[in-house]
Structure formats: C-alpha cells, structure tokens
C-alpha cells in the first residue's frame, strides 16, 4: 500500500512541478512581451527585468522544472580561475555540491590572499590540516556558548533599541540598522572596530562585495575603490 501511495504521490510532485514551471515561462513570455512594446528599447527593457530578483525567480522555476541541472563552457565568473559555468537549481542537488568538497572546491583563497597579503584565511580553505588548524583555533577563541551568551542578547537588545528610537516608524534598514549591529559586534566581540565606525563599515562592505559579490572581476574596483581597505583589510584580517 505504501509503494503505492509513493508513485501516487511522486507523480503529483512531478506535474506539480511542470505546471509551476509551465507558469513560470508563461510570466517569462509576459517579461518578454512587455520588454518588446515597452519604451527606451528592448536590450535595455530586458535587461533592467531580469535585474530583478522576481523575475530571476520565474528563470529558476522553469530550470527546476524542465532543465534543473546544466552547464556551459561561457565564463560568467571572471573573479577566480575556472572553465565554464554550471547551473544547479534544485535544493538536495544543490546540498550534495556543497557537501562534496573533494569535487567542488571552495574558490575564495586567491583573493584571500590578496587580502592577508599573501597567508590564506579558513573561509578560503578546502578541508584539511590547515583548515582544521585554523578553525580549531577560532573555536578556542569563540566558546561554544558565547553567541547564547554575549553575541545574540547584546544584538538583539542593539536592534530593538535602534527600531525603538524611530520617532516616524520608518527606518532605511541598511544604514541605519544591518550596519550598525553587525558592526558593533565587530567592534565589541572581535575588538576590530577600526578608526571608527563610519570606515570600517565602508571597508567590510567592499571586502565583502570583493570576496563574494565582484563575480566579474571590476578592474576599478580592485585597483581603485579596494586599495585602502586591501592593505588594511591584510592587517584587520591577521
């Protein structure tokens, strides 16, 4: 009986998720057309569309639907060494590439060193004895109980004084909350502030869009925007 019930309920999943895909090229067509008709011409319309994350969404509803898995030899990723770009939209695919570390390797150390100038840091480690060492030493640093503790009453109490200080109930959330918090962690936790608040802020931000965000290698930000924080980011880092 219950084999049964799981081809039953297999094949439910499956059309379901035809249908959602089959609706999400029918957005798409919408994105498309409106693209066409719409003024300032068709590249710039498109291109402004799918800038938006809703209509990345329908793009990756369609993909786990019809075609989940694919790759290409095109280069999108200009920021670290590779050959081409693959695709992976569906939720226990996209675990087993994260939890197979040996095939897929973690890519931030080439800029990681640029940032240490010249050691590598454990978030650009693929596992083994540097990695162990390394986050066997941060896990002494950081006590097991410290984010209970000290790390997450102190934010929480952080934010609620932030939103409670709104006299208008409307707040830009950016500057004047998910910067401050994280910022005040750094600086009472780590004891890595900075100068002051204003620039380290402003240099976490761009070594994080560097390390992370910078998937096209943007050459003025790398030789420009980054210089400062770049060689201070070497000494904040070590």
Same mark, same amino acid.
């Given at each position: 009986?219950?084999?049964?019930?799981?081809?039953?309920?297999?094949?439910?999943? +499956?059309? %379901?998720?035809w249908?959602? /895909?089959?609706?999400?090229?029918i957005r798409?067509?919408?994105?498309?057309?409106r693209?066409?008709? /719409?003024?300032?011409?068709?590249?710039?319309? %498109? &291109?402004a569309?799918?800038?938006k994350?809703?209509?990345?969404r329908?793009?990756?509803?369609?993909?786990? *639907?019809?075609?989940p898995?694919?790759?290409?030899?095109?280069? $999108?990723?200009?920021?670290?060494d590779?050959?081409?770009? &693959?695709?992976?939209?569906? #939720?226990?695919?996209? #675990?087993d +590439?994260?939890?197979?570390?040996a095939?897929f @390797? +973690?890519?931030? /150390?080439?800029?990681?060193?640029?940032l240490?100038?010249?050691?590598?840091? $454990? %978030?650009g480690?693929?596992?083994?004895?540097?990695?162990?060492?390394d986050t066997? &030493?941060v #896990?002494?640093?950081?006590?097991?109980?410290?984010?209970? @503790?000290?790390?997450?009453?102190? *934010?929480?109490? %952080? &934010?609620?004084?932030?939103?409670?200080?709104?006299?208008t109930?409307?707040?830009?959330?950016?500057? @004047?909350?998910?910067?401050?918090?994280p910022?005040?962690?750094?600086?009472?936790? $780590?004891?890595?502030?900075?100068?002051?608040? @204003?620039?380290?802020?402003?240099?976490?931000?761009?070594?994080?869009?560097?390390? $992370?965000?910078?998937?096209? *290698?943007d050459?003025d930000?790398?030789?420009?925007?980054?210089?400062?924080?770049l060689?201070?980011?070497?000494?904040?880092?070590?």
């Amino acid at each position: 009986m219950s084999a049964i019930t799981n081809i039953f309920t297999t094949l439910f999943r +499956v059309i %379901l998720g035809w249908l959602q /895909g089959i609706w999400c090229l029918i957005r798409l067509i919408g994105v498309g057309i409106r693209a066409l008709f /719409g003024g300032g011409g068709v590249k710039a319309n %498109l &291109a402004a569309a799918f800038g938006k994350a809703s209509t990345q969404r329908l793009v990756f509803g369609f993909l786990r *639907a019809f075609v989940p898995n694919f790759s290409i030899s095109k280069v $999108f990723v200009k920021a670290y060494d590779n050959t081409g770009t &693959a695709v992976i939209t569906r #939720h226990n695919d996209v #675990h087993d +590439v994260l939890n197979r570390d040996a095939d897929f @390797e +973690v890519v931030y /150390g080439s800029r990681m060193r640029k940032l240490t100038d010249g050691d590598n840091f $454990f %978030l650009g480690m693929q596992p083994g004895w540097d990695y162990t060492r390394d986050t066997s &030493a941060v #896990h002494l640093a950081m006590r097991n109980t410290d984010v209970k @503790e000290l790390v997450r009453p102190r *934010a929480e109490r %952080l &934010a609620n004084e932030i939103v409670g200080a709104s006299k208008t109930g409307k707040m830009d959330i950016v500057p @004047e909350l998910t910067l401050q918090v994280p910022w005040d962690m750094t600086n009472t936790y $780590f004891g890595a502030g900075g100068p002051d608040k @204003e620039t380290m802020q402003d240099w976490a931000t761009i070594l994080f869009w560097y390390l $992370f965000e910078d998937l096209g *290698a943007d050459p003025d930000l790398t030789q420009n925007q980054c210089a400062t924080p770049l060689k201070c980011g070497a000494i904040w880092i070590r």
